[in-house]
T-cell receptor, first 114, second 109 residues
Framework: ETGVTQTPRHLVMGMTNKKSLKCEQH?????MYWYKQSAKKPLELMFV???????ENNSVPSRFSPECPNSSHLFLHLHTLQPEDSALYLC?????????????FGPGTRLTVL | GQNIDQPTEMTATEGAIVQINCTYQ??????LFWYQQHAGEAPTFLSY??LDGLEEKGRFSSFLSRSKGYSYLLLKELQMKDSASYLC??????????WGAGTKLIIKP
């Protein structure tokens, strides 16, 4: 496999459920990101991990909990979500200290909260 | 505050040329990115500009004017597969990526 992969691609969950989103990057990058994408709105950065250490969380509600066990894997644990959390959740990775630090994205998980 | 402005939607004809504009007001500037995103798919990197001028890459070109806080993406010889959203993003002084809401480009035969 190449690039950035995400599972599942689609997820429907109730407000009381607990689920996890998974991201894996095969690019040898040292930074990973979680974004939320809602219709007609800019990408919202949720979490950043540099060298497995979280550096930014942008005031994300605690019902979203990230986990980065190593530089290739990133999880987003979800619990007691709200309907307004329904969105496309994108994972990205980049190589810090490169000239452009270009971010490469996974295909996303389309989340629907009932 | 920081802001990226781009048109919400544009329509163009197959075979024609289209220019998608992006203006930005950010705290500092360390480069500007353009991404393409087809519906239901990942954003994919198109171009990066950090110096003023035009960067050409096949049918796609990207222009930057730092003094005007302005960029555009130029798409030539449009094909139906170019129907997608085009995202503009700016790296600010803290190397935080500030994103625009994207421009949905519709190509008609």
């Amino acid at each position: 496999e190449t690039g950035v992969t995400q599972t599942p691609r689609h997820l429907v969950m109730g407000m009381t459920n607990k689920k996890s989103l998974k991201c894996e990057q095969h690019l040898g990058h040292n930074a990973m990101y979680w974004y939320k994408q809602s219709a007609k709105k800019p990408l919202e950065l949720m979490f950043v991990y540099n060298f497995k250490e979280q550096t930014e969380n942008n005031s994300v509600p605690s019902r979203f909990s990230p986990e980065c066990p190593n530089s290739s894997h990133l999880f987003l644990h979800l619990h007691t979500l709200q309907p307004e959390d329904s969105a496309l959740y994108l994972c990205a990775s980049s190589q810090l200290s490169s000239d452009t630090d270009t971010q490469y994205f996974g295909p996303g998980t389309r989340l629907t909260v009932l | 505050g920081q802001n990226i402005d781009q048109p919400t939607e544009m329509t163009a004809t197959e075979g024609a040329i289209v220019q998608i504009n992006c203006t930005y007001q950010t705290s500092g500037f360390n480069g500007l990115f353009w991404y393409q995103q087809h519906a239901g798919e990942a954003p994919t990197f198109l171009s990066y500009n950090v110096l003023d001028g035009l960067e050409e890459k096949g049918r796609f070109s990207s222009f930057l004017s730092r003094s005007k806080g302005y960029s555009y993406l130029l798409l030539k010889e449009l094909q139906m597969k170019d129907s997608a959203s085009y995202l503009c993003a700016v790296w600010d002084s803290n190397y935080q990526l500030i994103w625009g809401a994207g421009t949905k480009l519709i190509i008609k035969p």
